[in-house]
């Protein structure tokens, strides 16, 4: 078996998939959103929400997002190790 399965991965939460944030809701420490300081900020990173499904054993070595943002995660279900 592979070292780290792969995700399913929706970076486009504006159409269809837009239901999967109808149960959700950003924590409170997390609302501020640095790219909105500016039209400009939000061009350069205009897509900022992702949904990312993984089963058991996924997961990515330590790495520097390729647009240099930061990001948080909420496990749904399940516990991790």
């Known amino acids: 078996g592979t070292d780290f399965p792969y995700y399913c991965f929706e970076d486009d939460l504006s159409s269809e998939a837009a239901v999967l944030m109808e149960d959700f809701t950003v ?3 997390f609302q501020d959103d640095c790219y909105n300081v500016s039209a400009t900020a939000r061009h350069v990173f205009p897509r900022h929400t992702f949904f990312i499904v993984g089963g058991t054993r ?24």
Do not use: F, I, M
């Open 58 to 81: 996924t997961g990515t070595p330590l790495h520097t997002d390729p647009n240099c943002t930061s990001a948080w995660n909420t496990l749904l279900c399940g516990t991790k190790r």
């Open 27 to 29: 924590p409170r420490l």
